[in-house]
Structures are given as C-alpha cells and as structure tokens.
C-alpha cells in the first residue's frame, strides 16, 4: 500500500488521524467545542468504533474499559467537559490502563464558545500523570501517537492538551500508516490494578508516585522537548500554539519549546537558562510552566515574577506577545474597525424563540443551561438569568424555590441533549427532595449548538445507525413526575396557557417543548410571511422577537424571504394583522 500524499488538515482531524495510525478500535466523546470534528474524524476512520457518550464521565469510562479490553482507546472532550470526567479520571491515574488510553482536552483560552476559559494543564499535575501540547496540525498527529506509546509504556492515561487555535486552524501533515491495531486480550481478573478499595489504592497510589519520577527522567530525552539555539540574548520557554506566536513576534529569539508540559524536563530547562541572558515564559492562562521553573530555582520572567509581562485573562496572539518580549507589534494587521456590535443570536425560525418570548412577557426568573438557547439571555429577550455548566438549570431553580418559598414565576429551561447529558439526575434530585417549580426541556432533537450531533432521545448514533431511542416523556415519567405535557413551542398562546395553568400539586411541572431544528436537513420548509406597510403600525413589537429575518424601515417592519423560515410567531404576536403568509 502507497503511503499517503501530505494533506491540510486541521488540528482535530490530525489527532483523529494520529489514533488511527496508531491502531486505536475505540474512541468516545462529547460533542463540544473546540474538540467536536476529532470523534467525527474518528467515525470515517475504517476499524474504529466511535460513539457519542451521553456525557464525558461514561465517555472516559468505556474508553477506560476499552483500555482494560487491551485495545488502545480515545477520549475526546472540551475542557468542561474534563471536569465531568475527573471523577474517572483521578482514580485512572492509580489503576494505569491496560491498551493505551488518551485523553484529549481541547482548551478555549479566550472563552470563544465556553463559560469559562480554565487552563486544564493543571489537571496533568492534579492526577500526575503526563501532559503532550501540539504547537500544530503535523504535531497534533505525531503527539497523539506518541501518547499512545507514552501511555503503555509508564501504565498511565495521558492527557493530550490543544486549544482553540490548535484544533481549528490547518497545516500541512504528511500522515503515515496505520499501525496493526491490537486484538483485544483475554480478560484476566487484575483486582489490585483496577478494583479501587482502600486496601488496593495505596499500593497503587505509590506506583502513580513513582511512575511521576520516572517521567521526569524521561521528559529529559523525549524527542518533542527541544532547545532552538538563535540569538542568546533573549531565550523562551513555551509550548503548543505559543511556539508559533514566539517564533512570529520574536524570530530571532532562543527557544526551549516544550512538547511535553507535564512534567517538565528540569535538567533541560536549567541548560536553557544558563545558555541565555534572559529568560522568559511565554504560556496563556495560568502560569503553569513558570511556576515549575520557579520551583527548580531558575530565575525567569513572566507573569509571576512580573507585573503586567502578559495578562491571565483572554487568548494571546502574536502583537501581544511581541509587545511583552519588547518587540513591538506588526505594522501588517489590520486596523480594528469602528463597527457596530453584532452579537449572535438564535436562527430564524428556532424553536425556542417562542418559549422565551413568552416567559420574557411574563416575567419569569430563568435559570438557564449551557446550549444555543443560552443566547436568549440578550435583549430583546432577556429570559435567560443563570447559566453555570451542563444540567444546572434544574438544580438552581430547585434551591431559588427552597430558599425564597415561591411556587410560581421561576423556570429552569435546558435542551434535549443536554437533559440527557447531566439534567435527568437534576430533574430526579428536585422530585426526590419535594420540590416544584416548572422545567421546560427544548426538545429540538439534535444537539445543536455543536453541529446537529445525536443523542440518546434522537436516535442517530456518531457510526450512522440508529441506537435505542429514549423518549423524554417517558423518562420523566419513569422518575415518578406525573405533570409532564409536550408542546407545541410556535403555538405562543398554548405555551402561556402551559406556564399559567395552576401545576399539580407535590411536584415539578415538566414542560416538553418540542419542534426539530430548523437547520435539520430534511425538514419540511413552511411558507415565509411578509408585513403589509398600509396595516403595520411601527410598534414594533415584531422586534421583540429577536428573529434575524424582521427588520425595521422607513417606520415600518420588513420581513426578509430569504431567511424567514415560516414560524408564524411575528403573526401571532402582531395585533394589527399586518403578517401574512406569502400566499395570501
């Protein structure tokens, strides 16, 4: 078989690429970005069973029985998602594995599509075990393989860190072959490697102690640490997409660029620094290579030891980084525009306009959840007033309601996937302990917000067959909830009617609120609307709407064919009859 010709690929597809040639048969997941396309890669990949989990903690967990099939596995996740999962994964740090296991966390520096922006390269010190950092595409495929090897090797999972520029942005890769991946091996009962009792885990405990100290002496050799000798005026220590940055701003600087970050070569490091005159580092986020070279008695500048050097907060890039290295930033870019702000908002025709259209009307307290709908939290809106993670919706609305004593007038909203991700052990805490309140799931069967990804209540599986279906009613009548009802979310007075009615007595209301996704290939397209200018009064409650296709000119509201998806809702809200249907 011919090797393959050199391909652009983007940092996620290389890492799906580098598990396949590395032989891995199993590779699980949760969608969310910046990690999505890797498991989406990894489902064409011929040989390797690929599935959505319903979240990242079982994600870890079957790849972690993959591991002990003796099959080398992946995990893929965002970098919330690794909190979901530290549970599995701290104690995976005394068990070892069995076929190699890695762990990729994608990172979001600069919050692009996350809550938060948390630096997981703590997470490798936390459960000490080794972290890799790819600065691009071509590493990103030789780092995963390496993790593979690293893995089996030392009897650790690994954990293989990209962030957002990392994982999206594309170079060149020359891909290799596939390594024959390895049969399972026949189970062999192992209870002092993976049965975690307190008689077993100290034992295994002490392995994990001295598996860090034989890293450390391998981190010296590893091929990827490597020192670029320029001008030695000015030497850098960085890692993964900072490399990049450094080499941009500074090119003729010294560099110690560091592939694996956890843990740190610290003979190699000292070697840098006696070579150079001064040191810097240069890493996003936390300090954490800065606060390992501090340890070692290296002198360094950064931003523990330096005010205002480079800031905790936001994603860097190569002007920033210029500026804090004294080189000045590029005279080349682009001049910032004085541009209106145009933040995102819901598709036209969502199925979750309507929902919080009404509670907004209403004046409903909201506690939210992590998905699309969390852009309604913006005016015109305004319904959404809490968003904390994945499936705590339900559980500030259960504690808003036990604190203040209220019954009505507060909701917790959350999507179908994610209802299935963390919100059925929510819903189940709030019937257990007596509460009540409403709970509307937005049921649009898909998960959206990452690129219309399946789940357990959509049927599609990530392979393309069709997995054992879990219908929402009944799963919320299985918890012992009898006040559940399925809606219709473009029918506005059905859904006031739902929120207004009196709920049943000694328990939550479930509300289902369900219409597929308008952007679900397949669905069958509604006739678009348009307003008659002689009846449209200006009033401008069409607007309220937040719907991208209604416009306001010359006094009077337009609707734009092109985007209008036929919902009906700018109809139902206007009392002037100025919408009408195309047709008539």
């Known amino acids: 078989m011919n090797k393959p010709k050199r391909q652009l690929l983007s940092g996620n597809e290389a890492i799906a690429r580098g598990a396949y040639e590395a032989g891995a048969r199993v590779a699980t997941g949760y969608p969310g970005t910046p990690a999505t396309e890797i498991l989406e890669a990894l489902s064409r990949c011929e040989g390797v069973y690929s599935e959505w989990s319903v979240n990242e903690k079982v994600a870890l967990e079957v790849a972690s029985g993959a591991s002990i099939a003796g099959v080398r596995a992946l995990c893929a996740m965002k970098h919330v998602g690794l909190n979901v999962a530290a549970d599995p994964l701290m104690t995976l740090s005394y068990t070892g594995v069995g076929g190699g296991l890695v762990i990729v966390s994608a990172d979001d520096p600069g919050h692009h599509s996350s809550q938060n922006e948390q630096d997981n390269r703590n997470y490798a010190a936390f459960a000490k075990i080794p972290m890799l950092e790819p600065s691009d595409s071509s590493e990103a495929l030789a780092f995963t393989k390496a993790a593979f090897e690293i893995s089996e090797q030392f009897d650790t999972p690994v954990l293989l860190r990209t962030t957002t520029r990392v ?142 050097f480079l800031p905790l907060v936001g994603e860097l890039n190569p002007d920033i980084v210029a500026g804090a290295l004294g080189k000045g930033g590029s005279e080349a870019r682009l001049a910032t525009q004085n541009l209106p702000t145009r933040p995102p908002g819901l598709c036209p025709g969502c199925p979750h306009r309507g929902v919080f259209y009404t509670l907004g009307r209403l004046g409903w307290f909201v506690a939210g959840d992590i998905g699309c709908y969390t852009l309604a939290h913006a005016w015109p809106l305004s319904a959404i007033h809490t968003t904390l993670c994945m499936g705590a919706g339900i559980g500030q609305a259960h504690g808003i309601l036990k ?28 019937h257990y302990n007596g509460g009540g309140g409403t709970i509307i799931i937005l049921d649009n069967g898909t998960t959206a917000m990452t690129g219309l990804q399946g789940h357990p209540g959509s049927c599609s599986t990530l392979m393309g067959g069709t997995g054992g279906h879990a219908d929402i009613k009944k799963v919320v009548r299985g918890l012992g909830i009898d006040d559940v009802s399925v809606m219709d979310p473009y029918d506005l007075d059905a859904l006031e009617r739902h929120l207004t009615a009196p709920p049943i007595p000694g328990g939550p209301r479930v509300l289902i609120a369900r219409r597929p996704c308008v952007l679900i290939r397949g669905r069958k397209p509604r006739p678009s609307f348009v307003v008659r200018d002689n009846k449209c009064a200006g009033c401008g409650e069409c607007l309220m709407l937040a719907c991208p296709a209604i416009s306001f000119r010359d006094g009077h509201a337009q609707i734009a064919a092109q985007l209008c998806t036929g919902c009906s809702l700018c109809k139902q809200v206007c009392t002037f009859g100025a919408v009408r249907g195309q047709q008539g």
């Open 167 to 308: 994982s999206h942005s594309k170079s060149v890769v020359t891909p290799g072959m596939q390594a024959k991946p390895a049969p399972p091996a026949p189970l062999v009962a192992k209870p002092e490697k993976y049965v975690m009792i307190p008689g077993f885990s100290e034992a295994r405990h002490a392995h994990a102690e001295a598996r860090l100290d034989r890293l450390k002496a391998y981190a010296e050799a590893f091929a990827h640490n490597s020192i670029e000798y320029r001008s030695r005026k000015v030497g850098v220590i960085t890692s993964g997409i900072l490399y990049q940055y450094v080499r941009e701003a500074a090119p003729d600087a010294s560099v110690l660029k560091l592939g694996m970050s956890y843990p740190l070569p610290r003979a190699l490091v000292e070697e840098f620094a006696s070579n150079v005159k001064d040191l810097y580092v240069v890493e996003e986020l936390d300090p954490f290579i800065e606060a390992q070279v501090l340890a070692f008695g290296v002198k360094v500048i950064g931003k523990m030891t330096t005010p205002d």
């Open 403 to 430: 604190a203040t004593g209220a019954r009505d007038k507060v909701a917790a909203v959350i999507g179908d996937s994610t209802f299935m991700h963390s919100g059925i052990t929510s819903l189940l805490n709030t």
